[in-house]
């Protein structure tokens, strides 16, 4: 397990675009048949993906955890973005469908990962947190998500927020979990952008074409920068970096928060015209 440590905003603002990807851009976690994993020092968050193919990957402990096991002092957010698969905790298997989404709470020792088809192989991707407490395994359809629609075709930001693990949703400890999917001529996300210093968020953009892009722009609102970001890119957003981008396509990301608070609309937001 690799550890990612950030920069504050003091560092931010000398970085060049090598040590901006390195500080902020997990660029390598998919790798069919392994299951990768990055621990974060921003909110001791814990990102990886697990790409099963013929064989079922267990979610394994690391020395850097100082735990028995995975969850022992954890939750964690699990989104298929691939084939259909299965999740088994604790000898339970839940079927995930492409962009359906499993909420592990802590205390579940046992956790596997496996593909239904070899040649059409789910995707797992994994967003973690510390957890003071347990709540249950739940396990949300992307029907049953809460839909939200948002922004419009003239300003290019046509999209539909899917919220699985909120304060109305599946229960967590500190984990929020959702997807947003752009509608077909749509670019934007998270324009106009914002901050919230009580959490930090974490993106991982997928459905994202080969030859495609997403420009994720970050840091304060007066001094920006931004990011090129591929298919499973996954960008870290501290509490007082924006978190917006825009493709040369239509795309996809899953959006997950951990920090103070579990309250989705806790943010403070970044007026269009003061950006710099």
């Given at each position: 397990?690799?550890?990612?440590?950030?920069?504050?905003?003091v560092?931010?603002?000398?970085?060049?675009?090598?040590?901006?990807?390195?500080?902020?851009?997990?660029?390598?976690?998919?790798?069919?048949?392994?299951?990768?994993?990055n621990?974060?020092?921003?909110?001791?968050?814990?990102?990886?993906?697990?790409?099963?193919?013929?064989?079922?990957?267990?979610?394994?402990?690391?020395?850097?955890?100082?735990?028995?096991?995975?969850?022992?002092?954890?939750?964690?957010?699990?989104?298929?973005?691939?084939?259909?698969?299965?999740?088994?905790?604790?000898?339970?298997?839940?079927?995930?469908?492409?962009?359906?989404?499993?909420?592990?709470?802590?205390?579940?020792?046992?956790?596997?990962?496996?593909?239904?088809?070899?040649?059409?192989?789910?995707?797992?991707?994994?967003?973690?947190?510390?957890?003071h407490?347990?709540?249950?395994?739940?396990?949300?359809?992307?029907?049953?998500?809460?839909?939200?629609?948002?922004?419009?075709v003239?300003?290019?930001?046509?999209?539909?927020?899917?919220?699985?693990?909120?304060?109305?949703?599946?229960?967590?400890?500190?984990?929020v979990?959702?997807?947003?999917?752009?509608?077909?001529?749509?670019?934007?996300?998270?324009?106009?952008?914002?901050?919230?210093?009580?959490?930090?968020?974490?993106?991982?953009?997928?459905?994202?074409?080969?030859?495609?892009?997403?420009?994720?722009?970050?840091?304060?609102?007066?001094?920006?920068?931004?990011?090129?970001?591929?298919?499973?890119?996954?960008?870290?957003?501290?509490?007082?970096?924006?978190h917006?981008?825009?493709?040369?396509?239509?795309?996809?990301?899953?959006?997950?928060?951990?920090?103070?608070?579990?309250?989705?609309?806790?943010?403070?937001a970044?007026?269009?015209?003061?950006?710099?």
């Open positions: 397990m690799k550890t990612v440590l950030t920069a504050d905003p560092r931010y603002p000398r970085m060049t675009t090598a040590e901006l990807r390195e500080a902020f851009l997990l660029h390598e976690l998919y790798e069919p048949g392994k299951l990768k994993l621990y974060v020092d921003l909110d001791r968050a814990v990102v990886g993906i697990a790409a099963p193919l013929a064989d079922a990957l267990v979610l394994p402990t690391h020395p850097e955890l100082r735990a028995k096991y995975f969850t022992e002092r954890r939750e964690v957010g699990v989104l298929n973005i691939g084939g259909a698969g299965t999740v088994n905790v604790g000898g339970k298997n839940y079927e995930l469908r492409n962009v359906d989404v499993l909420y592990i709470g802590r205390g579940n020792e046992e956790i596997s990962f496996a593909s239904a088809d070899k040649n059409a192989p789910a995707v797992f991707y994994l967003l973690s947190y510390p957890a407490t347990s709540c249950p395994v739940a396990l949300v359809r992307k029907e049953d998500a809460l839909p939200t629609e948002l922004g419009s003239e300003t290019c930001n046509k999209r539909t927020i899917y919220k699985y693990i909120h304060l109305d949703g599946a229960r967590s400890c500190q984990l979990m959702g997807v947003t999917h752009l509608h077909a001529g749509s670019n934007w996300n998270t324009m106009p952008p914002h901050t919230h210093m009580r959490r930090s968020e974490i993106y991982l953009y997928f459905n994202v074409r080969a030859d495609a892009r997403v420009i994720h722009l970050m840091g304060p609102p007066e001094e920006t920068r931004h990011l090129v970001m591929a298919d499973k890119d996954v960008v870290l957003s501290p509490g007082w970096s924006i917006a981008g825009v493709g040369t396509r239509a795309y996809s990301f899953c959006w997950g928060m951990g920090g103070e608070n579990q309250d989705y609309a806790d943010m403070d970044a007026p269009v015209e003061a950006l710099r």
